[in-house]
């Protein structure tokens, strides 16, 4: 389109020289002089650009800024880090916001960063997770500060997967309670009037303090009621307000002592009537998940399972019992028990029935693993913990003696009730039960053995494979294992000799994605000062959901190795359509199935080793021959070794 002729043509040489020539004037022409510019040929007469500035204005651009008034007496954030001191949290993991900000500057400044120790992390779902992996090494919660309505949001998974998973976390959210006092725009979109509706059905205890000393015994009310068999997450909304108004004079603030409350213990005769079927069985059967709380915890059940020679199945919530023991088993064993106990399970009807998914109306068929007659024992405290809209509780199981306790503080009872309570006529029994099983438990390595073997040499590297080529360079080391290893058929749990509460954690308690590379920070975090060596099996899928947690293993000096199963795809969901395909006869039709669609991460494949280098972790890989594995792996042990993290990226077969 042509464009319309305004009449006036300004030559681009002499507009640019008249630019010149008034910037000079203007340089020697006294203030409030007029200045003539030429514009084509005609002058055009010039106004002045700025007013004289006064005295005052002057003295407003160019001088100091008054001083902000400063506070005369502490803020309330500094006697709530007073309060949180006394409970000897050793950390913070935070992504920081104005919510908190009060208790934050007081945490760094006031309470010199120590005790706790203000973490930084990219997303609110990596601070909860690195509490939850972190207490699982450790036995100590961490706190995590959350920013109102939308920082709550982003915990909530990690928040259920604590709940799940029976672990405190004590998290504390930022609000603007006082409508009338918000700040307005996005301070009051993050603001409820009840922030912590978000995660009521799925944390023990809650609490709003209005006042400091209300503050005071919230906090130490929560970390009491998270310690205390069954554990669980806590939280407690914080006011802005509250944490920046200054302590009034004469106000008498006062921190209540922690005083730990004893866990729940079995009923008497529940424990008696347990330790009698359990003492005249012919086939007992020991099935733990979360008995374990404590290193100690192993070692009484160590102590019950010898006591009976009776097989012990784990079903891998926590390490419960050593692999290595003649007495730990597979699952399969169930079948033929008369009594099973089972101790702090978090799915006692999954234990006794199976569940066989046949695609058929999504309800599958069920059927009982056990015989008819066998007795069945639980000692369980989520009894005490179970409410009523998540199904975390899983389905009703009927059994015969059913005690609402803690299964590790209530097993020194029983070890002592079925002492006195087996018949000497039994003892010869007794001790055939464990020759039986010592022979059961080298047959069934042997055949996890050979079973490793097959595919050795796959490219993609078998899962099998990975586990052994690992195995070689931490086997000599004091090695944790921070990452569940589920989605790799379990394999260091079937061949790695886990006898230590700390070389096996266990999955997330509620299966969400996004926990395992978070947790395993935290749990390396916990492992830092014991100098052990911290490795984490990660999948692919659940990486991509918080990758930032690399970034704070970097930023905070958390040696750990991660080791990729990088299958390229959410595995689980391929097997669920590719079933629900061939049930419904789609390759025939179609002549493909279409289950790889929107279950597959690739095109483009994820560089992992990249992406840790730009996040300050060293990255290796990606590892394809699996002859190519063992140096690779060989040299990534000796970065964590040096005290920094590392990741391998290993392409893998998909379980």
């Not at 010149?20 to 020697?28: C, L, M, S």
């Not at 309330?76 to 916001?97: C, H, Q, R, W």
């Not at 213990?265 to 012919?282: F, I, K, P, S």
């Not at 006794?352 to 693993?369: C, K």
């Amino acid at each position: 389109m042509a464009r319309k002729d305004s009449g006036l043509r300004v030559d681009r040489r002499r507009f640019l020289a008249g630019v010149a020539v008034a910037g000079a004037a203007n340089a020697v022409t006294p203030t409030g002089a007029q200045a003539a510019t030429v514009v084509g040929d005609a002058p055009v007469q010039a106004r002045p650009s700025a007013l004289p500035p006064s005295a005052k204005m002057a003295a407003a651009e160019t001088g100091t800024p008054k001083a902000l008034a400063q506070s005369q007496r502490p803020d309330g954030s500094d006697f709530m880090v007073d309060v949180i001191k006394t409970l000897d949290i050793e950390y913070l993991p935070s992504n920081a916001a104005s919510s908190f900000r009060g208790l934050h500057e007081s945490l760094v400044n006031y309470g010199k960063n120590k005790k706790p120790e203000f973490l930084t992390v990219n997303h609110e779902e990596i601070g909860v997770a690195m509490g939850h992996g972190y207490f699982k090494v450790t036995g100590k919660p961490m706190m995590t500060l959350a920013h109102g309505t939308v920082g709550l949001q982003h915990a909530c998974m990690a928040m259920y997967n604590a709940w799940c998973d029976r672990v405190p976390v004590i998290m504390v959210g930022g609000n603007h309670l006082e409508a009338s006092m918000r700040p307005p725009g996005v301070p009051t979109f993050h603001s409820a009037q009840d922030i912590n509706a978000l995660v009521r059905d799925f944390t023990k205890w809650d609490d709003t303090p209005v006042s400091l000393n209300h503050f005071a015994q919230s906090m130490v009310r929560a970390y009491k009621i998270a310690m205390t068999p069954p554990y669980g997450p806590v939280a407690i909304a914080l006011d802005g307000d509250l944490q920046q108004e200054p302590i009034k004079n004469g106000e008498k603030l006062s921190i209540p002592r922690y005083v730990p409350t004893s866990p729940p213990q079995g009923d008497t005769g529940a424990v008696r009537e347990a330790a009698q079927l359990l003492a005249n069985a012919e086939r007992p059967v020991i099935v733990v998940d979360r008995t374990a709380r404590t290193a100690n915890g192993i070692k009484l059940l160590i102590e019950l399972a010898e006591l009976l020679q009776c097989p012990v199945v784990d079903r891998g919530a926590r390490m419960n019992f050593p692999k290595t023991h003649h007495l730990s088993r597979a699952p399969g064993v169930v079948g033929q028990a008369d009594v099973i106990i089972g101790l702090e399970l978090s799915d006692f009807w999954a234990t006794v029935n199976a569940w066989v998914d046949n695609g058929e109306g999504g309800h599958g068929v069920n059927e009982s693993r056990i015989k008819d007659g066998t007795k069945l024992i639980s000692i369980n405290s989520s009894d005490l913990l179970t409410k009523a809209n998540y199904q975390d509780f899983q389905r009703f199981q009927v059994v015969d003696v059913h005690m609402a306790a803690d299964a590790e503080a209530t097993l020194p009872a029983l070890i002592e009730a079925v002492r006195s309570a087996i018949p000497a006529s039994s003892k010869a029994a007794i001790q055939r039960r464990g020759e039986a099983s010592r022979k059961a438990k080298a047959e069934a390595r042997q055949r996890n053995l050979a079973a490793m073997a097959v595919g050795w040499d796959a490219s993609p590297i078998s899962t099998a494979r990975l586990t052994m080529e690992l195995w070689a360079h931490i086997k000599d080391l004091d090695w944790s294992m921070v990452g569940s290893d589920r989605q790799m058929s379990s394999w260091p749990s079937r061949i790695w000799p886990m006898e230590k509460h700390y070389h096996h954690l266990g999955h997330s308690g509620g299966f969400g994605l996004g926990y395992n590379l978070s947790a395993a920070v935290g749990a390396a975090l916990g492992n830092k000062p014991h100098g052990r060596f911290s490795v984490n099996l990660q999948p692919d899928g659940d990486f991509m959901y918080a990758p930032g947690a690399l970034w704070t293993s970097a930023h905070h000096n958390i040696p750990m190795l991660t080791v990729m199963h990088n299958n390229r795809g959410y595995h689980q969901e391929v097997m669920h359509v590719q079933r629900l395909s061939n049930r419904r006869n789609r390759v025939a039709a179609l002549g493909k199935t279409s289950g790889p669609i929107g279950t597959s991460i690739e095109a483009p494949d994820i560089d992992y080793g990249k992406l840790a280098s730009s996040m300050g972790v060293a990255g290796f890989g990606p590892v394809k021959d699996p002859n190519e594995l063992g140096p690779v792996l060989k040299r990534a042990v000796e970065v964590v070794k040096s005290g920094t993290p590392a990741l391998v990226d290993v392409w893998t077969q998909p379980r």
